[in-house]
């Protein structure tokens, strides 16, 4: 492997959210304090450490900024005020431009806009759809489906979850390539991918690590939005026909509670998490990167769009629906399609792939000593 220094690398990471890393002078206290370190995985003093010294290839393979989940309680404890936290922070932003073959998420990140320029463009695009494409517009009453025909919306929604799941998983593959494939040493025999997979399920379903940091406020919090989150999509990408009617359901109805359980978490989870960035008192809130802003922006525009179209649907106001509808699908869509395999939105994706991968690593190591360890001649 060719290790280079590369002293410019701090500079780089900088564009990525980094504050002040090159004041560390590595005592160590920031990892003596994360609850999450292990011996094993002594960070983040060691990534400071490959940071310092520019060590892109060894970050690479490195798993542990996914294994960070940002309470701030290093940087809170460092004596220099090189603020680790962030520094952890700008490199899973760095790693999420480096798993992205096709660059844009670097560009995203890098460039406002590149950014905020996307995201125009494809809001443009929706509402350009709509002005060419729409259904009939029906005055005397509300017909959503009638001016926005179900059949259409759900065959975009079906092109967009696969154009997200595509790039997505595409980058998860090099991901895969950089942090176990680029490693010579280790043999992985497939049955401990099988084995581990479990891993990957259990800790993108509960972010069972989130909950071990001293505040668990945080982990609920994230817990809670990422249900919504994920419920919310499920429902528009699978069962968008049962979802969106034009019948007005009882109250006690599944469509609409289940409707109004995602949309209470996602207004509180987006809602807080803006909050938190305007106040800027909790560790975690003090340096904002505009991505950090732009995901609950979208998130928050899109609940509230979301809300009106249910509101003006039910006070009988179709023109106010129709238009109030295009403006949210103009919002929801970049939300996803950029967001999703590009932004902030794929460290939901990368955390448990990387602890998975770090897992099988583990395993595979531990299978590879095991007969070293049994004396010669020994039986
Ligand atoms: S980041 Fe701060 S606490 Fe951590 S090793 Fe450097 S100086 Fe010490
Ligand atoms: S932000 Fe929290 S979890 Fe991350 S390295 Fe610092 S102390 Fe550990």
């Given at each position: 492997?060719?290790?280079?220094?590369?002293?410019?690398?701090?500079s780089?990471?900088?564009?990525?959210?980094?504050?002040?890393i090159e004041a560390c002078f590595n005592?160590?206290?920031?990892?003596a304090?994360?609850?999450?370190s292990?011996?094993e995985?002594?960070?983040?003093?060691n990534?400071?450490?490959?940071?310092?010294?520019?060590?892109?290839?060894?970050i690479?393979q490195n798993?542990d900024?996914?294994l960070c989940y940002y309470?701030?309680?290093?940087?809170?404890?460092?004596?220099r005020e090189?603020?680790?936290?962030?520094?952890?922070?700008?490199?899973r932003?760095?790693l999420?431009?480096?798993?992205d073959w096709?660059?844009?998420?670097?560009r995203?990140?890098?460039s406002?806009?590149?950014?905020?320029g996307s995201?125009?463009?494809?809001?443009a695009f929706?509402?350009?759809?709509f002005m060419?494409f729409?259904?009939?517009?029906?005055?005397?009453?509300?017909e959503?489906n009638?001016?926005?025909?179900?059949?259409l919306?759900?065959?975009?929604d079906?092109i967009m979850a696969?154009?997200?799941?595509f790039?997505?998983?595409?980058?998860v593959?090099?991901?895969?390539?950089l942090i176990?494939g680029?490693v010579?040493i280790?043999?992985?025999p497939?049955?401990?991918?099988?084995?581990?997979?479990?891993n990957l399920?259990y800790?993108?379903?509960?972010q069972?690590?989130?909950s071990?940091?001293?505040?668990?406020r945080p982990?609920i919090?994230h817990?809670?939005?990422?249900?919504?989150y994920?419920?919310?999509f499920?429902?528009?990408?699978?069962?968008l026909?049962?979802?969106?009617?034009?019948?007005?359901y009882?109250l006690y109805?599944?469509q609409?509670?289940?409707g109004y359980?995602?949309t209470?978490v996602?207004?509180y989870?987006?809602?807080?998490?803006?909050?938190?960035?305007?106040?800027?008192?909790?560790q975690?809130?003090?340096?904002?990167?505009?991505?950090?802003w732009i995901?609950?922006?979208?998130?928050?525009l899109?609940t509230v769009?979301?809300?009106?179209?249910?509101?003006?649907r039910?006070?009988g106001?179709p023109?106010?629906t129709y238009?109030t509808?295009?403006i949210?699908?103009a919002?929801?869509?970049?939300?996803?399609?950029?967001?999703?395999p590009?932004?902030k939105w794929a460290?939901l994706a990368?955390r448990p792939?990387a602890?998975?991968?770090q897992?099988?690593?583990?395993?595979?190591a531990?299978?590879?000593?095991t007969?070293s360890?049994?004396?010669?001649g020994?039986?």
């Amino acid at each position: 492997m060719n290790l280079r220094a590369n002293p410019a690398f701090l500079s780089e990471l900088q564009e990525y959210g980094d504050v002040n890393i090159e004041a560390c002078f590595n005592c160590g206290n920031c990892t003596a304090i994360c609850p999450l370190s292990t011996d094993e995985t002594p960070f983040p003093r060691n990534n400071i450490r490959l940071m310092q010294l520019g060590l892109k290839e060894r970050i690479l393979q490195n798993t542990d900024p996914w294994l960070c989940y940002y309470c701030g309680d290093c940087s809170a404890t460092c004596p220099r005020e090189a603020e680790p936290a962030e520094a952890q922070m700008a490199l899973r932003r760095w790693l999420t431009g480096q798993y992205d073959w096709t660059g844009l998420a670097r560009r995203f990140y890098t460039s406002k806009v590149w950014e905020l320029g996307s995201i125009l463009v494809v809001s443009a695009f929706i509402v350009l759809m709509f002005m060419f494409f729409h259904g009939p517009v029906v005055t005397q009453q509300v017909e959503l489906n009638t001016f926005a025909p179900i059949h259409l919306v759900h065959t975009g929604d079906w092109i967009m979850a696969g154009f997200l799941s595509f790039f997505l998983l595409s980058n998860v593959l090099r991901m895969y390539i950089l942090i176990i494939g680029k490693v010579p040493i280790i043999h992985i025999p497939l049955s401990i991918y099988i084995r581990e997979a479990w891993n990957l399920v259990y800790h993108a379903a509960t972010q069972a690590r989130f909950s071990q940091c001293d505040d668990r406020r945080p982990w609920i919090n994230h817990i809670l939005l990422v249900s919504g989150y994920f419920l919310m999509f499920t429902i528009i990408v699978l069962f968008l026909p049962w979802f969106q009617t034009d019948n007005l359901y009882p109250l006690y109805h599944p469509q609409r509670w289940l409707g109004y359980y995602a949309t209470i978490v996602l207004l509180y989870g987006a809602g807080q998490a803006l909050w938190g960035r305007i106040k800027k008192v909790q560790q975690m809130h003090r340096f904002s990167h505009l991505s950090d802003w732009i995901f609950p922006i979208l998130l928050l525009l899109t609940t509230v769009t979301g809300i009106l179209v249910h509101a003006f649907r039910y006070a009988g106001w179709p023109l106010a629906t129709y238009y109030t509808y295009v403006i949210h699908l103009a919002i929801l869509t970049p939300m996803l399609v950029l967001e999703v395999p590009f932004g902030k939105w794929a460290h939901l994706a990368y955390r448990p792939f990387a602890i998975y991968f770090q897992r099988i690593r583990e395993r595979a190591a531990l299978q590879q000593q095991t007969p070293s360890m049994v004396p010669a001649g020994a039986d």
